[in-house]
């Protein structure tokens, strides 16, 4: 009993695998962050300066405890920040094109821990998330495929690179995570039970994106999509780790609650993360086989450089 | 309390500091427990020394167009989840201060700024459903300002 509980745990831990689906989430991850940090840098002064909207000093009272920042060290200058910022883009192009990727993603955690702890008034649930993802990405051989230098790797040997997938499985957690703390929390409000939660955070002004006629001005259809977005994030903290093709099904019921967020709120990179963080559950035949019909189509691989099965 | 939910009150004292430094911390509640059934803005009054008044307009997301909504939604974070409410009048002096610089553009200094918040509650289903959201007729002033000379530089 005990050996078969091991046999599992290692398997489920420690199997080698392609890392095909962790290297694409690296590439979709790198761009996102890229994103984050042209929308970052207009304000950069007015949301982290000490002219800004919280100066140095209460920021420190304001977040109570001790806290890592890269400010503490080199000072919390204009001059510090844009330099800070500088050397994040550059990390992220790093991560996007599988250059040093750990080293990338260290430096991304530490300057966006830096950031978030200047003044994590203005942080919303996408850059929290984006920080987590950076540190598990230290951990992780995500520069194993599609990344600079892996190319030529590949080609010496026939097959994909194998690598363990604990750092993997734990990335699938946080969004497992993610999923069961906002679910928990919102079976306790009151508005979520009785059906009209939507109706009201579609009526919350600052949040308005694009329009939503009709299925926002109907009782019954606020109903449904209410328990329809519980009912969708059960599936994806549960379900989300059952075989294809049940996963591929919650997983694309994600993507339609993800986007039908994405074009109604004003939240922005969020609903894109999590909906790149999905590659991370596909399996990594099915990555490699999509990779491979993308890098066709826009003449990145020529045919006859694709591993092949059916060759002798 | 149950015996079983003891060790919270050990292990996360413990470890709580550690997360916090480290930046491990998270929170994803949503929406949660329930969304807010309140719409809410901040307009910040300026006196000038010499008897003339302005306002500088918070950011309101819903006004802006598409992309510049994008680009300044930490406003809309930092006004309707912490700048606004009571809890957080810690952040109201470094406000008001960044205001005062943002509007001294004249030979008159800024010699105080009031903010002033305007909100209206959503209407239950049965009232609201197909209407506009109400206009942010309620209002309060929630902090004055006196502005110093070294706030200005």
């Known amino acids: ?312 | 309390m149950p015996e079983k939910w003891k060790w919270r009150e050990v292990v996360l004292p413990t470890i709580r500091p550690l997360i916090l430094f480290t930046g491990l911390w998270q929170n994803f509640a949503v929406f949660s427990p329930n969304p807010r059934n309140i719409n809410l803005h901040l307009d910040a009054i300026v006196h000038y020394e010499d008897g003339t008044s302005g306002v500088w307009h918070y950011p309101r997301m819903e006004r802006l167009p598409l992309v510049e909504r994008t680009f300044e939604e930490r406003y809309r974070k930092y006004g309707h989840d912490h700048l606004n409410w009571d809890k957080e009048r810690q952040l109201w002096p470094d406000f008001a201060r960044f205001v005062a610089r943002r509007m001294n553009k004249y030979a008159a200094k800024p010699q105080e700024i009031i903010l002033k918040r305007y909100w209206a509650l959503i209407p239950p289903p049965e009232q609201g459903l197909g209407k506009p959201a109400p206009e942010h007729t309620n209002t309060h002033l929630f902090f004055r300002y006196k502005v110093k000379p070294e706030d200005l530089q």
Not at chain 1, 64 to 75: E, H, K, M, Q, V
Not at chain 1, 147 to 160: L, N, Q, T, V
Not at chain 1, 203 to 227: A, C, G, H, Q
């Open chain 1, 1 to 312: 009993m005990i050996e078969t509980i091991r046999a599992h745990w290692n398997t489920f831990w420690f199997k080698e695998t392609s890392p095909a689906p962790l290297c694409l989430f690296r590439i979709l991850f790198g761009i996102l962050l890229l994103c984050a940090g042209v929308l970052i840098l207009p304000e950069t002064i007015t949301w982290f300066g000490d002219k800004g909207l919280l100066s140095w000093n209460a920021a420190q009272a304001y977040t109570g405890t001790a806290r890592f920042s890269l400010l503490n060290i080199f000072g919390a200058s204009d001059a510090v920040l844009y330099v800070l910022l500088t050397i994040y883009m550059i990390a992220s192009l790093g991560l996007c094109l599988g250059f040093k990727p750990r080293i990338c993603a260290a430096v991304v955690f530490l300057i966006l821990t830096t950031l978030h702890h200047r003044n994590p008034a203005v942080m919303n649930s996408g850059d929290t998330l984006m920080r987590i993802f950076a540190f598990m990405l230290i951990f992780a051989p995500s520069g194993a495929m599609y990344a600079i230098g892996s190319r030529k790797k590949a080609s010496a040997g026939s097959e994909s690179p194998k690598v363990q997938r604990w750092a993997q499985r734990l990335m699938q957690f946080q969004i497992t995570a993610v999923y069961a703390q906002t679910l928990l929390g919102k079976l306790d409000g009151e508005m979520w039970r009785n059906g009209t939660a939507l109706y009201y955070s579609s009526r919350l002004e600052e949040l308005y994106r694009l329009p939503v006629p009709i299925l926002f001005d109907n009782i019954y259809t606020i109903k449904l999509f209410t328990w329809g977005t519980l009912f969708a994030e059960a599936l994806l903290c549960t379900l989300i780790w059952s075989k294809p093709p049940l996963r591929y099904y919650v997983l694309g019921l994600g993507v339609l609650l993800h986007l039908g967020i994405e074009w109604s709120m004003n939240i922005p990179l969020f609903e894109w993360l999590m909906i790149c963080s999905f590659v991370l559950f596909i399996e990594p035949n099915h990555v490699e086989a999509a990779v491979n019909r993308i890098s066709r189509l826009f003449g990145w691989k020529k045919k006859q450089e694709e591993p092949s099965a059916s060759m002798p």
